[in-house]
Structure formats: structure tokens, C-alpha cells
């Protein structure tokens, strides 16, 4: 009954607790916004990236329909020449041997350790920075 008397500090915990059920309850919907957002973004670039490469191919396609640029492609992918003309084959040197991945033992990759405080973990949890890959 002693508690009934001085409320103050009960309601005060109450409504901690209360305020604090209802910002967990928001976080997750929150990344998921956050998430989703990134994916659209990805998405439109992406979309952007496409757009471009189509039209680069649909430019060669459209290339493709004129004499010159059929001899052109026979020239330089197939080695037609012309009765009189002589053809030179150059070849590209080696390429230099480049030093494996280290790897475990067993053959799989290492993985990398998460760094950084338990501060800048929390940050990167509450802005959705830990989902980005």
C-alpha cells in the first residue's frame, strides 16, 4: 500500500517501460523501410544501367546492316583479308601470374571480423547501415 501513496515514481516507470515497448515495436518496420527503400534505389540503378547497355547494343545492332561495318567484323574477328592484301596475326604477351587468395586451410574464405565499438553497432543496427552489403 506504500506504493499507492507516492505514484511518481510508478507512473514514471510505467511510462518508460510503455515508451520503450512502443519504439521496439517501431524499430523493425523501420529497417524494413530502410531496407526497402535501398532495394528500390539498387533497383533503379540497375534499371538506369540496362537502359544504357540496350541502347550501346541496339546502336551495334543497327550497325550491323551496313557494308562497312560487316567487312570491319570479318577483318578483325574472322582474319578476312582482301585478294592482294597480306595478314599479320600480333599476339598479346602473357599476362603476369597473380598471387592466390588466402584461403583456410580446409579451402574456405576467411571471413572478415565485424569492427567497431559496441556504440557504432548499435548506430549501425537503429540506421540500417548493418544490412548493406
Do not use: C
Amino acid at each position: 500500500m506504500r506504493l499507492l501513496r507516492r505514484p511518481g515514481p510508478v507512473l514514471a516507470v510505467l511510462l518508460f517501460l510503455l515508451l520503450g515497448a512502443a519504439f521496439l515495436t517501431q524499430l523493425v518496420p523501420y529497417r524494413q523501410i530502410i531496407d526497402s527503400e535501398r532495394q528500390v534505389e539498387a533497383a533503379r540503378e540497375r534499371l538506369d544501367g540496362l537502359r544504357e547497355e540496350n541502347e550501346a547494343l541496339q546502336s551495334d545492332a543497327d550497325a550491323l546492316h551496313t557494308d562497312a561495318e560487316i567487312e570491319k567484323l570479318a577483318r578483325e574477328k574472322l582474319g578476312y583479308v582482301r585478294p592482294g592484301e597480306t595478314a599479320y596475326v600480333v599476339l598479346d604477351p602473357p599476362a603476369p601470374a597473380t598471387e592466390e587468395e588466402r584461403s583456410e586451410p580446409d579451402g574456405s574464405q576467411r571471413r572478415e571480423e565485424p569492427g567497431g565499438t559496441w556504440v557504432e553497432w548499435i548506430w549501425d543496427f537503429l540506421t540500417g547501415a548493418d544490412l548493406e552489403s
